[in-house]
């Protein structure tokens, strides 16, 4: 199946610029990182190179899980919690990852290899820490 990121990543690209100018705290060095690596997905989807859609599957994931952490404004932390709710619900109908279908499964690093990691739990966690630390 042919996956085309161009549209998704525009959209998260406007939300996260936005979020970036109006951030007054720290937040704004992660969503610079994230900024870059949706700005490397966008250039990847554009030229079909796998290369830099795999690494921005890595600033994606990074930055994810560093989000959950160190987010301290509100909607900053809602971008995240609709990245992994968005990350969970297509994993679920495509039954696989679409930085995965759009490289055709080439990883740079393929950490499955090493370990067995059911990313669909960890993601769930991280969406469930999100929200137990938004609401104490």
Same mark, same amino acid.
Request: one cysteine or more; aromatic letters at 16%.
């Given at each position: 199946? @042919?996956?085309n990121?161009?549209?998704? #990543? ?10 970036? #100018?109006?951030?007054?705290? =720290? /937040? ?7 900024? &870059?690596?949706?700005v490397?997905? $966008?250039?990847? *989807?554009? $030229?079909? =190179?796998?290369?830099?859609? /795999?690494?921005?599957h890595?600033? &994606? ?11 301290? @404004? ?17 994993? !679920?109908?495509?039954?696989? #990852? ?5 490289? /055709?499964? !080439? ?5 499955? @290899?090493?370990? %067995?990691?059911?990313? %669909?739990?960890?993601? *769930?966690?991280?969406?469930?820490? $999100?929200?137990? !630390?938004?609401?104490?």
């Open positions: 199946m @042919e996956v990121l161009t549209i998704p #990543c525009l959209l998260f690209m406007i939300v996260t610029i936005y979020l970036y #100018c109006i951030s007054k705290t =720290n /937040d704004k060095y992660l969503l610079g990182v994230m900024i &870059f690596g949706q490397l997905l $966008l250039i990847g *989807s554009i $030229l079909k =190179n796998y290369y830099l859609i /795999d690494i921005s890595i600033i &994606f994931l990074l930055t994810i899980i560093i989000g959950v952490f160190v987010f301290q @404004e509100k909607y900053n932390k809602y971008l995240v919690a609709f990245s992994l709710l968005a990350t969970l619900s297509t994993r !679920k109908y495509f039954d696989d #990852c679409l930085f995965l279908m759009a490289t /055709d499964n !080439k990883k740079i690093i393929n950490v499955d @290899e090493l370990i %067995d990691i059911n990313w %669909d739990k960890i993601f *769930s966690f991280l969406l469930f820490l $999100l929200i137990i !630390k938004e609401l104490y």
